[in-house]
């Protein structure tokens, strides 16, 4: 492991998540439900309540099946593109890039 990825994930500076959840369960018990998750429109409401505004501009991508391609993206894959050289060879075919 060299050194920049050691400090990058080993910055004691930083603290682990559920010390921050710890923390703002503390101060902002109603962020979050029953089940202890945590509940981000909710505090963005409580933010804009007292007129901090969390809007920022940007871009998203949202798709049906986003969370199953990102559990998906590190299984190895089940088919192999190959080169179709039948294709290829044929007249009409052989200039194209």
Excluded at 34 to 47: N, R, T, Y
Excluded at 67 to 83: G, I, Q
Aim: glycine residues 4%.
């Amino acid at each position: 492991m060299t050194e920049l990825t050691r400090e990058t994930l080993f910055n004691h500076s930083m603290q682990p998540e559920n010390e921050r959840l710890a923390l703002l369960k503390q101060h902002f018990p109603n962020c979050f439900d029953k089940h202890g998750a945590f509940l981000p429109d909710k505090m963005a409401e409580i933010l804009h309540s007292d007129g901090i505004s969390t809007q920022k501009e940007g871009y998203s991508l949202n798709w049906l099946g986003k969370s199953y391609a990102k559990l998906l993206k590190d299984t190895p894959p089940e088919t192999l593109l190959a080169e179709n050289t039948k294709h290829n060879r044929q007249p009409e075919n052989e200039q194209m890039l």
